[in-house]
């Protein structure tokens, strides 16, 4: 049976720490599951808390002044949010939701900043899972900037395929979702994807996708 202490040994931020080191985080966390839907902060809430995820998945977004909703970041077991306790902010940027029925480990803001005091080398860590959460970032606002809707959605379906390795096959995501994803319209991207299947691009079911052509897809997206 997996303990909690073996959870967190898996963690990237953790692998530099020993095995008493891992003890005492492992009584500093609290594991607590939450239901699908479940809303760990909006921007503005106070940032207490730092969440480690153990099962299921987070989305990060924000609001347009118009209601849409941009995902800034799918988060997968093993990642971290809430990270704004980290750089000194007191207040969150984002809304953080559960994707998933999920498993939480919830790690206060002060074990946080005394464990960052004493450990170079999980600061470092933290730093450099921030920094690719940044790069990432940067990545899609450039998307958006400069890139229209077929060629985002293109490579928001090879990308999906790639992370979860599904052999060709993005499940789990509906249009909306992925509308979300893309900071448009569900209609727009139920068009976009009836236009893939026409192209035989795609095969869509319900809640997959199917590649059938990936060069094709990479070619519309621009890689």
């Not at 530099?16 to 500093?28: A, G």
């Not at 940032?47 to 118009?66: C, H, M, N, P, W």
């Amino acid at each position: 049976m997996t303990t909690k202490t073996d959870y967190l040994e898996a963690v990237e931020v953790f692998q530099d720490l020993t095995s008493h080191d891992m003890e005492k985080i492992n009584h500093q966390t609290t594991m607590v599951t939450y239901r699908a839907g479940h809303l760990f902060y909006m921007p503005e809430d106070p940032a207490e808390v730092l969440f480690i995820i153990k099962q299921g998945r987070i989305q990060l977004y924000r609001l347009s002044t118009d209601g849409r909703k941009l995902v800034i970041a799918i988060l997968k077991p093993g990642m971290i949010f809430g990270q704004m306790a980290l750089i000194g902010q007191n207040l969150h940027n984002t809304f953080a939701e559960a994707l998933d029925d999920c498993v939480i480990c919830v790690w206060r803001r002060g074990d946080v900043d005394r464990l960052m005091m004493t450990q170079p080398l999980v600061a470092l860590r933290f730093l450099e899972a921030m920094g690719r959460r940044v790069r990432d970032l940067e990545q899609r606002l450039e998307e958006v900037t400069y890139k229209r809707i077929p060629a985002r959605l293109a490579g928001l379906l090879i990308r999906l395929e790639e992370e979860h390795g599904a052999n060709g096959v993005v499940a789990g995501y509906t249009h909306q979702s992925l509308a979300d994803m893309l900071g448009t319209y569900r209609e727009t991207t139920t068009q976009t994807l009836n236009e893939f299947q026409h192209r035989n691009l795609i095969r869509t079911g319900r809640k997959t996708i199917e590649i059938l052509n990936e060069d094709g897809l990479r070619k519309v997206a621009g890689t």
